[in-house]
């Protein structure tokens, strides 16, 4: 696999592996004991922890509530590692939940919800986007996943990392103040192969950043495919549609698909087609044009090929930058991941309502996940997505909150090494 796996002993040592076993322990313990007896009870200032609600399982789900030094706000929930609300400051210095979500743990257990199957702010896992038929061949055997969208599979299958309960433990570092959630994906869940140990963690800096760390490892060979899906309206969740936000994507090239979303397996020039983001671009500029990819879409519903800098794989690069014009607020994503799918909330049909009581109307969201291209178990000429025992899996990717005016004055998104 490339540039987000290391070799394990190389890059990350005995240390490493002896933490993931360690949160593979305090995992099994979490399994066994209600949540608020783990090490966990002492919380770190700037880290609030409350009863989001119960599974049907009787599960306790937990809400997290971080802050940074700046008054950006965040709440997550162990429930699918869902961030259900995210406030940050317009021009004017006003807060405002800028992703859709809800307030209760019964909306995102919800009928409604399983129909319209948004994945509102949660991790996705295993293997984000779709496989074609639910299916791939990996050392000479075939693997058969359960298909949960029209003929392939999606976001990891029937039950994907999205409805899982996670452990949680909140921590603070020089780093800034966040979650460390981690599951263990049993071997054959969903019909992939490898008991997979997955750890994320979250982190709100004092910059204004949100740093997502995806690491995994497996006990046998499987594809992984780790991102976070929330949805962004930056004028505030419940304002409308996000056709006038202005979107840039570091990207010259674009994964074409077929009628049911897999990738052709070509890579096509953005030039001269509406989804050439290299300059701000107006999300509903060429939403209208006649386009066969657009209509496959129903919009945006694609994978971007990003540009990287030469020798820069593994390290961070900017992906993406929306801007909101009324707000002002700028919102920049950048991954050491190849790709980019950018969703413009086409699935959103006003049938769900947010927090705020408004209705979550067509294109009220839009989605940036960080990823490797859709369907790679099938093309041989993507990136690999497979995990090997020997590797761990490692990806990076920071969303950055400014606005238009504290933008020129403050740091910009500097590289980290992985
Ligand atoms: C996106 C995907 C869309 C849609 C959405 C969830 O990641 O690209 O096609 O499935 O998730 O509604």
């Not at 809400?63 to 406030?87: A, F, H, P, Q």
């Not at 603070?172 to 599951?183: A, I």
Request: proline share 6%.
């Amino acid at each position: 696999m490339t540039r987000h796996v290391f070799s394990f002993p190389r890059y990350l040592g005995v240390g490493l592996f002896g933490l993931m076993i360690g949160q593979a322990c305090l995992q099994a313990q979490a399994q066994t004991m209600p949540i608020d007896s783990s090490s966990s009870s002492a919380l770190p200032p700037g880290i609030e922890r409350s009863a989001f609600g119960q599974l049907a399982n009787g599960r306790e789900v937990d809400c997290y509530r971080i802050t940074n030094d700046n008054g950006i706000e965040m709440r997550v929930i162990n429930y699918g590692g869902i961030i259900v609300s995210l406030k940050t400051p317009d021009l004017q210095g006003q807060m405002d939940d800028i992703v859709l979500g809800f307030d209760s743990l019964d909306d995102y257990l919800s009928d409604a919800y399983r129909r319209a199957n948004p994945y509102f702010g949660a991790l996705i896992g295993r293997y984000g986007n779709r496989i074609a038929n639910g299916r791939f061949s990996l050392d000479g055997e075939t693997y058969q996943l359960p298909t949960n969208d029209g003929p392939n599979t999606l976001h990891g299958g029937d039950v994907g990392f999205n409805q899982r309960l996670w452990h949680a433990e909140p921590f603070s570092s020089s780093e800034g103040r966040g979650l460390v959630l981690t599951y263990t994906s049993e071997d054959g869940e969903e019909g992939f192969p490898g008991r997979l140990s997955a750890r994320v963690s979250y982190t709100l800096t004092n910059d204004n950043e949100l740093a997502i760390d995806y690491r995994a490892k497996t006990s046998r060979a499987t594809p992984v495919n780790l991102t976070q899906h929330s949805y962004f309206n930056l004028q505030g969740e419940g304002h409308g549609s996000i056709l006038n936000h202005e979107l840039t994507i570091n990207a010259s090239g674009f994964t074409p698909v077929n009628e049911t979303l897999i990738p052709t397996g070509e890579i096509a020039d953005v030039s001269g087609t509406p989804f050439d983001f290299r300059r701000p671009t107006a999300i509903g500029a060429r939403m209208g044009e006649k386009n066969t990819q657009l209509a496959y879409g129903k919009g945006y519903d694609h994978n971007f090929v990003l540009s990287k800098n030469p020798g820069a794989a593994g390290h961070l690069a900017l992906a993406a930058r929306v801007t909101e014009p009324q707000s002002g607020r700028v919102l920049e994503v950048s991954t050491t991941e190849p790709g980019l799918q950018f969703y413009s909330g086409n699935f959103l049909d006003g049938s769900l309502t947010g927090k705020s009581g408004r209705a979550y109307t067509h294109r009220s969201g839009l989605a940036l996940e960080t990823q490797h291209f859709p369907d790679s178990p099938n093309q041989s000429n993507f990136p690999s997505t497979i995990l090997k025992p020997d590797e761990t899996y490692h990806s990076r990717t920071v969303y950055r909150f400014s606005t238009t005016q504290s933008e020129g004055q403050s740091r910009s998104t500097q590289p980290h090494s992985s």
